[in-house]
């Protein structure tokens, strides 16, 4: 078949590069525009547009969807993968089979802009991948295939973005073999939930909660946008933690022995801080940091 890729983060190469080497033909690259980046703030090119471009792969990158009119009328069907745009029906009806969606969760659970995020917020031990037929409703259209992925304890959003970047070739590929066959996608069944954008309230440390909460969050927001909190009024982020057992610490007290830097938090329960990146500095393991901050005992997060 003829395809169109639109898609614009790295989690979309693994199927990228299955898809090249497949005996589908990659036609057209559609991305978001280029973006400042940097201190420079120089113009960059998505994760995606670098993939095609260094491919010879022709590059669009609409301001509005109806900039594809004319561009995507000829292929078969377009793959999206985190385009990050909602597009209008009388665009998605142009391909020949429509758009298909590379989705980070087992659909109908955590529709919506940040799904694996959200499943490790919530918890979650197993999740995995969806490819739907795109329509207006955001995440809602039928099934062609999913595939199931178990979440480890210590995956925090990059390693779970990765793993589930992993699934998506078979997943693409099983659903373009149907397409192919004519064979049609099942609707969505079960209990619907959401999976909203996360933004950098969300990913405030509370102290207040429980540590297993805590821990969620610190697995769910790492490294985008970043579990924070602050110390001494400067922005402060912690990237992994661990559960622990001391009921003698107040909640955002940090108590450090000379190895570990444990912090109270609500119910009477503790985590221990593995790595962090203080205000103005790379990621360093918390002990390293304790040791640079001098902590004298008495001393809490903000």
């Given at each position: 078949m003829h395809i169109g890729v639109a898609a614009t983060p790295d989690v979309a190469i693994p199927?990228?590069?299955w898809l090249i080497s497949s005996e589908h033909k990659v036609d057209l690259v559609i991305t978001q525009p280029d973006k400042p980046a940097g201190r420079g703030r120089v113009l960059k090119q998505s994760f995606v547009g670098e993939w095609?471009?260094?491919?010879?792969?022709?590059?669009?990158?609409?301001?509005?969807?109806?900039?594809?009119?004319?561009?995507?009328?000829?292929?078969?069907?377009?793959?999206?993968?985190g385009y990050g745009v909602?597009?209008?029906q009388h665009i998605l009806d142009l391909p020949k089979f429509g758009f298909i969606n590379l989705h980070f969760s087992l659909l109908p659970a955590y529709r919506g802009a940040a799904p694996a995020q959200r499943a490790l917020q919530n918890g979650e031990v197993t999740t995995g991948v969806s490819v739907f037929q795109l329509e207006k409703g955001m995440d809602t259209g039928p099934i062609y295939s999913q595939r199931t992925v178990l979440i480890d304890p210590k995956w925090r959003s990059v390693e779970l973005l990765h793993a589930l970047a992993q699934e998506g070739p078979v997943a693409v590929a099983e659903a373009l073999t149907m397409i192919s066959k004519g064979d049609l996608p099942r609707a969505q069944q079960g209990q619907a939930s959401l999976a909203p954008?996360?933004?950098?309230?969300?990913?405030?440390?509370?102290?207040?909660?429980?540590a297993k909460t805590l821990v969620n969050?610190?697995?769910?927001?790492?490294?985008?946008?970043g579990a924070w909190c602050t110390w001494k009024e400067e922005p402060f982020k912690i990237t992994s933690a661990v559960v622990v057992e001391d009921e003698s610490v107040q909640p955002a007290e940090i108590v450090f022995d000379g190895q570990k830097v444990i912090v109270g938090c609500g119910n009477k329960s503790t985590i221990q801080l593995l790595t962090v990146v203080p205000a103005g500095k790379k990621e360093m393991s918390a002990a390293d940091w304790a040791r640079g901050a001098r902590l004298q005992g008495g001393d809490s997060f903000d």
């Open positions: 199927t990228l590069d095609a471009t260094s491919r010879d792969i022709p590059v669009i990158k609409p301001v509005t969807s109806d900039e594809l009119i004319g561009k995507i009328n000829d292929l078969d069907c377009v793959v999206t993968i909602l597009l209008p954008k996360i933004s950098k309230h969300d990913a405030h440390l509370d102290f207040s909660n429980d969050a610190i697995r769910a927001f790492t490294y985008e946008p």
